[in-house]
């Protein structure tokens, strides 16, 4: 079945970095465009970050707020897709979540927390 678990969330401090990881399993990894989406308290989820599949270039895409600061990357030899966070703001504390579309259904991992101090 389809799994998908983030890990690499934590405390830092305004202006700081972390880099998010998303371990996928049980689809063609290589073939899936992989989302990371953020959540925070009281608000609707949005997308960060977008990757197509390599075949069709690895293309990204990012949600208007983080342009620039952070970067999505994936490595198909280890089924894992990346969310590189740097010059984090306050206003960056979410619990993050990477997603895949696998036929025709949204699959969601647990989520890892981001909290960024002022």
């Known amino acids: 079945q389809v799994q998908l678990v983030e890990s690499g969330g934590g405390l830092v401090q305004a202006g700081g970095s972390l880099r998010l990881s998303c371990a996928a399993s049980g689809f063609l990894f290589s073939r899936y465009v992989m989302s990371w989406y953020r959540q925070a308290p009281g608000k609707e989820r949005e997308l960060v970050a977008g990757?197509?599949?390599?075949?069709?270039?690895?293309?990204?895409n990012y949600g208007d707020s983080v342009k620039g600061r952070f970067t999505i990357s994936r490595d198909n030899t280890k089924n894992t897709v990346y969310l590189q966070m740097n010059s984090l703001k306050p206003d960056d504390t979410a619990v993050y979540y990477c997603?895949?579309?696998?036929?025709?259904?949204?699959?969601w991992g647990q989520g890892t927390q981001v909290t960024v101090s002022s």
């Open positions: 997603k895949v579309v696998f036929l025709n259904r949204d699959y």
């Open positions: 990757i197509t599949s390599s075949s069709t270039g690895g293309i990204t």
